[in-house]
């Protein structure tokens, strides 16, 4: 996912922010699924509760209380007294009920973070809903903060995705014009509750690629890029001292795909063997240009649970060890293991045909193992990727919420990892991811996701590689920008000073 830029104009007067190959695709959050239209609908729409800005820790939204049941199976909320949507039309709790069922009648793509938790969601009163679960959920609160809970504009058709429709929600700003691919207007929301936004008018452009936008930029016809810069542009603009360049912790995470169906990667030797031979200081520093860290396990460092499994069972670039790996699995100097790696040339960003060859490089290195790079557009990747077509691959996550459960459920449970492709099913696996999904003790919890990422090392169907950082650019007179580690820049913060 690549992003765009901001560009505030003095206070009061207006915000303009430019994007790159990022595109909004739904402002309906019944069917939108992608990063930057979740940061869109964060802006004109807030949910019951809401992550405080540049933390993890949760804070009333639309809900001023709420309270669990002891076995967190039922959760009732206690909305805030006379909002509105930015319309002007009152929000009551049956706004609520009416836009949780639609997500569920509708069916689109993020539909499974209701679905697979909510039995049926009631308003007691018009200030009292209450969440019925289908089992215990000891992050249903995390859940809450993802668009698809968010209340929308009765406006909305009920049992229809509209993908262009311009009502929103109840957020710090309201949609003013949208034509898309080319401008999205926001304006601050005169029936907001809380804090007014600190620049009223924000107009969003779409660029076509980085380097029009790092010109843009440099000739100060913008004040911020955000989503996003490549490696060596951040680098420069960095170095030439003339602009703030601002450091994100990311959650996004990237990894190598291993299809455990096929041979040769069927064989859990062979994918032990590509885990071993892999440098990812060599990755984070010739293909990012230090602009991400080394990663050894699926769930991200800085979130509890983490472990460095891959760290400590293979190392970084262990020639030795993959080669043994490899002999076990029958392969040598004369006999190589012979393998494709897919990668796909513009959903990530321009980096990552590099990234690609600087694995086939760090595997041939082993002297047992000869690699064919092939790639393909986004819709013809995921297809392949889908069907189980492809071998070895590339893929990135950005996640729904924020929980340990979020980068092991949908990658390792055989029921929730049909998208990836990898045809990976360890029933032991299945087993305690479901039982951590229904323990509220996070420690207990901890124990479960550690036991899961020793598991993981051992099988190999994924290969983590690098955690995202992200960079913000900005010239030197705006202020006020605050990303938390949600990755969500909410823009009512930010300002242009002089």
């Known amino acids: 996912m690549s992003g765009g830029l901001l560009h505030p104009r003095p206070k009061g007067r207006g915000f303009q922010k430019k994007k790159v190959t990022d595109k909004v695709t739904d402002i309906d959050p019944a069917n939108a699924y992608d990063f930057y239209t979740w940061e869109v609908l964060n802006n004109i729409m807030e949910g019951l509760v809401k992550y405080k800005p540049g933390t993890l820790e949760i804070e009333p939204g639309l809900a001023e209380s709420w309270e669990a049941s002891n076995n967190s199976t039922v959760w009732t909320f206690h909305l805030r007294k006379g909002l509105k949507f930015d319309d002007g039309t009152p929000f009551t709790a049956k706004d609520v009920v009416r836009s949780i069922n639609r997500v569920m009648t509708i069916k689109g793509d993020p539909s499974w973070l209701v679905t697979s938790f909510v039995k049926k969601v009631v308003a007691k ?26 209340p929308v504009s009765p406006k909305y058709d ?11 929600g109840i957020g ?33 452009k779409f660029y076509n690629d980085a380097s029009t936008m790092r010109l843009a930029l440099q000739n100060g016809e913008i004040d911020i890029a955000w989503r996003t810069l490549r490696p060596t542009d ?121 990234l690609a060859q600087v694995l086939k490089s760090e595997w041939e290195k082993t002297g047992m193992i000869k690699v064919t790079i092939k790639s393909a557009e986004w819709n013809t990747y995921t297809d392949y990727a889908r069907k189980g077509q492809m071998m070895v691959y590339l893929l990135g996550w950005y996640p729904d ?98």
């Open 234 to 354: 951040i680098k420069s603009l960095k170095n030439s001292g003339k602009f703030n360049v601002i450091e994100v912790p990311g959650a996004f995470i990237r990894y190598v795909c291993l299809n455990t169906k096929v041979d040769p990667t069927k064989n859990v030797k062979v994918r032990q063997a590509l885990a071993a031979a892999i440098d990812r200081k060599e990755i984070s520093n010739i293909v990012f240009q230090g602009t991400v860290e080394p990663l050894y396990s699926l769930i991200p460092n800085g979130m509890w649970s983490h472990k460095d499994v891959f760290k400590t069972k293979y190392g970084d670039a262990n020639l030795d060890l993959a080669k043994s790996l490899l002999k076990e699995a029958g392969y040598s100097e004369s006999n190589p293991l012979k393998i494709t790696l897919w990668y796909t040339p513009t959903h990530y960003g321009d980096t990552e045909a590099s």
């Open 125 to 150: 009163d018009d200030y009292t809903v209450v969440f019925y679960l289908k089992h215990p959920t000891a992050y249903f609160l995390a859940l809450l903060t993802t668009p698809p809970y968010f």
């Open 401 to 498: 919420y924020l929980d340990p459960d979020d980068y092991t459920t949908p990658f390792l449970d055989s029921n929730a990892n049909s998208w990836a492709g990898t045809g990976y099913n360890n029933t032991q696996v299945n087993k305690l991811l479901e039982k951590a999904q229904t323990i509220t003790d996070q420690n207990q919890r901890a124990q479960i996701y550690e036991q899961v990422q020793d598991i993981l090392a051992q099988d190999v169907p994924y290969i983590p590689l690098i955690q995202g950082k992200l960079f913000v650019v900005t010239q030197k007179s705006v202020k006020g920008v605050v990303i938390g580690p949600d990755m969500i820049f909410h823009y009512s913060t930010v300002y242009k000073t002089g």
């Open 158 to 168: 009920n049992d229809k995705i509209d993908s262009d429709a311009t009502y929103g």
């Open 172 to 204: 710090p700003y309201k949609i003013v014009k949208w034509v898309r691919d080319q401008e999205l207007v926001l304006e601050a929301n005169p029936y907001y509750y809380g804090e007014k936004p600190k620049t009223k008018k924000i107009i969003i």
